[in-house]
């Protein structure tokens, strides 16, 4: 194989992978990437590094483990199908390989162009590094969102290298759709570079670099495969190592059988096919008969699951277990009592529960394995567990029961208590009766003052319907005024809309790293931003505004609704940056 390669040139990456349904094995070398058949001499297919636009993968739930590379080349593409039974780790290896490749080119370019290195923005034209994961085997496309894939890198999150940030914020990008139109907006419109876009997300990076490093667990749903039917309406299943994995893990007997005959005795094409044909798997669908063939593997296999979900369940040591919660240990205080137990609910007492017990059997037996296979099978136990007195006491024992000690407190001895009440009540001057007042005049004033009012206690009062007439015109005033008018997203087109926001979102972003840039040392940014607030304002809003009056003075009413806040931040932030300027000439002419 050696003589296939140039002088200088070593293999990173291999695999076995299919093109145009032709097996072969697929080479990454520090200089291309090469297709050889099997039982070829030399690449048939060989496209070096800098030649290469872009890179598609399949979804991980697609039935074809695939990768697809994109040539600078017009309409030039090239699909591999990884065979192997380790398909998917060979696919993701090709791709975070060429992910890198794409990088550090992007960077290269940047460089070169006069950038600032990897903090270089993003490139529209055939530089730019797309992966995409699609949802169906076939060709994948890329949506609008995954060609805009970031360009320039720096080192990874937590060490794990360019390839990994990259597709952090590649992924990031294209599931938010809002982040990406921002991006486009301030990056590929040269506002900020690619690192002060990212400067402020470092958490959405590490958010996004966690969920992406956590295992997802086994789904416990019932496997159950369906035929797909090809142009000749021929009836074909598609076996996936996760598919596999599956079926294995769901019946214990086929598992068995497999690591019997496969490869040594029968291919693993060759006993799938019978196993599709077996009494093992019609046995649970409908429409199936006695047609299907005696196999002895299959047969073999199908006695022993029966014999395993009529057996019922070896009976679990109880020992284990904390007292508190084993119901068990307080079955001998319920014999008397006024209920009894229900017949219906005891499992294999009555004949439906019988037919049903193989097939709950089934699917706990399932559950087990699926949970063993998450959290590892349970260790054996070493023994009763000790009975803690002082665990039960701090699960029993309500503190709100118990008899509360007095806490220990300073008396407080005082001599003459008359001067200290006296004291708290405050100043007492002020309710006197004033001098020369006589009490009883006081309260028969307060007798007329009732009773010449007229006040009926013991009649109810009738509130006039006028009076409800006002109340509810006021409150459905009061209710209009509370209304929100009516805003850009309704009186706006939705494409105006949205490129109303995108402007209004980007003069944000512009308007936080200018005043972020104000101090000395950050003065080159701060002339850069004061600049983009410039060209916001200039051009941006004032082609909304154009747009909206097109429409008539009340979306040109709307516009000016929206952008308003922002406008009056950018000329605010203007104003500051030329008051900045004019301070050291000021300070000059004075000394």
Known sequence: MSSMWEAGESVTTQAMA??????????????????????????????????????????ETAAKVMIKIVEIKPDTSHAFVFTSGNAVKERNDFKDRLSTILAERQIRANVAAGGTGSN??????????????????????????????????????????????????????????????????????????????????????????????????????????????????????VMTPQVIHSVCQQYPSIKRAYDNFVPDKLSEAEFWKRYFQSRFFHRSRSGRGANEPDDDIFDKALEEDEEETK?????????????????????????????????TMAAGK??????????????????????????????????????????????????????????????????????????QGGDLKSSKIAEGEDPADILKRCYEDFTTNEVELNKPFAIPESTFDTLMKNVKANRAKMMPPKDGSQLLPPQLYQE????????????????ASTSPDKAAKHMRMVESLKKIRDE???ALMIQASSLGAECLDAMKMMLKPMQSAIQKALKHAETARSKPAITRKLA
């Open 500 to 515: 109303a926001t995108a402007c209004h979102a980007a003069g944000n972003e512009i308007l936080r790293h200018f005043w």
């Open 120 to 237: 270089g923005g993003l490139s529209s034209g055939g530089g730019s590094p797309v992966i995409s994961d699609a949802s169906a085997p076939g060709t994948p496309k890329a949506s609008a969102q995954s060609r805009m894939g970031p360009g320039g890198v720096r080192r990874g999150l937590n060490g794990s290298g360019p390839s990994a940030e990259l597709k952090a914020r590649f992924e990031l990008l294209k599931q938010n759709k809002e982040l990406a139109m921002l991006h486009k907006e301030l990056v590929m419109g040269k506002h900020v570079t690619e690192e002060e876009f990212w400067e402020s997300r470092k958490h959405l990076l590490r958010n996004k670099t966690a969920m992406d490093q956590q295992q997802k667990g086994q789904s416990s749903a019932w496997l159950d495969l369906k035929p797909e039917t090809g142009e000749s309406n021929d009836v074909k299943y």
């Open 350 to 423: 009555t004949k439906e529960s019988k037919e049903a017990m193989p097939l709950i059997r089934r699917f706990n037996r399932y559950a087990q394995r699926v949970l063993n296979s998450t959290i590892g099978p349970k260790k054996p136990s070493t023994g009763s567990e000790p009975f803690n007195i002082n665990g039960v006491e701090r699960a029993i024992v309500l503190d709100d029961l118990r008899e509360q000690k007095e806490a220990s407190r300073i008396i407080l001895d005082i001599q003459d208590t008359r001067r200290y009440f006296e004291s």
């Open 540 to 542: 941006n809003v004032k």
């Open 311 to 343: 057996s019922a369940p070896k009976r679990i040591k109880l020992d284990h277990i904390n007292m508190l919660v084993d119901l068990s240990t307080t079955e001998e205080d319920h014999f008397e009592s006024y209920t009894t137990p229900d017949s």
């Open 18 to 59: 299919q093109y145009r349904k032709r097996s072969g094995t697929v080479y990454m070398t520090n200089r291309r990437l090469a297709w050889v058949p099997d039982g070829g001499l030399a690449p048939t297919i060989s496209i070096k590094h800098d030649d290469i636009k872009g890179l598609f993968v399949s979804a």
